[in-house]
Nanobody, 124 residues
Framework: QVQLVESGGGLVQAGGSLRLSCAAS????????MGWFRQGAGNERECVGA????????YYKDSVKDRFTISRDNAKNTVYLQMNSLKPEDTAVYYC?????????????????WGHGTQVTVSS
């Protein structure tokens, strides 16, 4: 079992930055593919970024490319989502997810483990 805990969310003005962290316990993250998802009010959960277990391959949703960066520090069992140039439409609860896998996974039904989420609110 992998337990995931997100942190780093909060309230920020448009144009600002936040860095989300996802700390894992129970298993070493180095064998897990990881993803960051978000769910805004009235919206379905969507993948904003994903990273392979070695960190060499990443995926980004088009609307966050060049603004968000996913990274991982397997020695610290932590995955990050650096979010720059934030927009009001980025407001959502952000979740990290994990699956024992080597590649990049984009669909939420492909992941086995989920954190409880952290709220990100971007004011205009």
């Amino acid at each position: 079992q992998v337990q995931l805990v997100e942190s780093g969310g909060g309230l920020v003005q448009a144009g600002g930055s936040l860095r989300l962290s996802c700390a894992a316990s129970g298993r070493t993250l180095s064998t897990y593919a990881m993803g960051w998802f978000r769910q805004g009010a009235g919206n379905e959960r969507e993948c904003v970024g994903a990273i392979s277990r070695g960190g060499g391959t990443t995926y980004y949703k088009d609307s966050v490319k060049d603004r968000f960066t996913i990274s991982r520090d397997n020695a610290k069992n932590t995955v990050y989502l650096q979010m720059n140039s934030l927009k009001p439409e980025d407001t959502a609860v952000y979740y990290c997810a994990a699956k024992l896998w080597y590649g990049v996974l984009r669909a939420q039904n492909e992941y086995d483990y989920w954190g409880h989420g952290t709220q990100v609110t971007v004011s205009s």
